[in-house]
């Protein structure tokens, strides 16, 4: 078991909290990560790309000319593709880009982007989110003493009593905050410090194995 500094909302440090290795402590798979990011940036695309072939174009209904002598090469529409405002071939439709990896593989790479952040000590340990108020200058002070940059990620226990504290986070620029339960690899590794509740960090040792 490994231990991380654990924290009020005060910023002074009560104590050290243990983790799972086998969740907190593992060597990173550099490959997986990759793949997950990928996933979920796929997943991410609209793909409502579209353009017209031949048949969606408007016109062409008439024979632009005849079949021989005149001299030009022989053409049945002019809004076959080789024309101007013809049909695209080949082009793009709308589709979906999602896909998905297995689950073993997704539960790694989230195993993976959690050591990183231990790794790098990048990743401590809140005692509670729990505010008395809700009150954005608070949770800044919070965030000042706790010396969190503006991209920072909370990871809490959906059981936890954080609506206060969340209701004076929300508007915070490049703050995000998740459940066990939500948790990502594109949001872990993209956040610069990871602050998990104590209750949270016990859960995700215990689902995430």
Do not use: C
């Not at 990743?123 to 949770?139: C, H, K, P, S």
């Amino acid at each position: 078991m490994s231990k991380l500094n654990m924290f009020n909302l005060a910023g002074k440090q009560v104590g050290d909290f243990e983790v799972s290795d086998a969740v907190f402590g593992i060597e990173p798979n550099k490959q997986v990560l990759h793949d997950a990011v990928v996933m979920q940036q796929a997943s991410l695309r609209q793909g409502t790309h579209k353009v017209k072939n031949r048949s969606e174009v408007r016109g062409g209904g008439k024979k632009p000319w005849r079949q021989k002598g005149t001299g030009r090469a022989r053409q049945g529409s002019n809004r076959s593709p080789q024309w101007r405002g013809g049909g695209v071939v080949f082009g793009p439709t709308p589709r979906s880009y999602k896909y998905n990896l297995n689950r073993k593989v997704r539960r790694l790479a989230v195993r993976s982007a959690l050591s990183d952040k231990v790794l790098n000590n990048k990743a401590i340990i809140l005692e509670d989110f729990v505010m008395d108020n809700i009150r954005t200058q608070d949770f800044v002070k919070s965030m000042e003493a706790l010396e969190l940059s503006n991209r920072t990620l909370f990871v809490i226990s959906a059981e936890e009593n954080f609506e206060k504290a969340y209701l004076s986070m929300r508007n915070i620029p490049r703050v995000n905050i998740l459940s066990v339960e939500g948790l990502n690899v594109f949001d872990i590794l993209n956040a610069e410090t990871l602050v998990m509740t104590q209750e949270a960090a016990k859960l995700a040792g215990e689902v995430l194995l």
